[in-house]
């Protein structure tokens, strides 16, 4: 089984910048790909960002693509989502995934496991 955490979400302004983490909790972790989704109230889960095991695959949401970044240290067992340039919709629970596999993928049921998620509230 693996535990996932998340952090460093918050309440920030339009246009400014955060950046999430995720630790998890298994020696394989180098072997995961990764990935970010987020909920906003009253909606579906939506894909945000993914990585495979290596960093060489990046998959990104229209919706952030050229705004977030994904990237991940195997050494520290931690996924990051860096946010620029944050705007009132992206207001969500931010959630972190991991599957048993190297290769990312943008489906949320591609996922075996996921942590409790970190809010992110971005004020107009």
């Known amino acids: 089984q693996v535990q996932l955490v998340e952090s460093g979400g918050r309440l920030v302004q339009a246009g400014d910048s955060l950046r999430l983490s995720c630790t998890a909790s298994?020696?394989?972790?180098?072997?995961?790909?990764l990935g970010w989704f987020r909920q906003a109230p009253g909606m579906e889960r939506e894909f945000v960002a993914s990585?495979?095991?290596?960093?060489?695959?990046?998959y990104y949401a229209d919706s952030v693509k050229g705004r977030f970044t994904i990237s991940r240290d195997n050494a520290k067992n931690t996924v990051y989502l860096q946010m620029n340039s944050l705007r009132p919709e992206d207001t969500a629970l931010y959630y972190c995934?991991?599957?048993?596999?190297?290769?990312?993928?943008?489906?949320?049921?591609?996922?075996?496991?996921w942590g409790q998620g970190t809010q992110v509230t971005v004020s107009s």
């Open positions: 990585i495979d095991w290596s960093s060489s695959t990046l």
């Open positions: 995934a991991a599957r048993r596999t190297r290769i990312a993928t943008t489906y949320e049921q591609g996922y075996d496991y």
């Open positions: 298994t020696p394989t972790f180098a072997n995961l790909a």
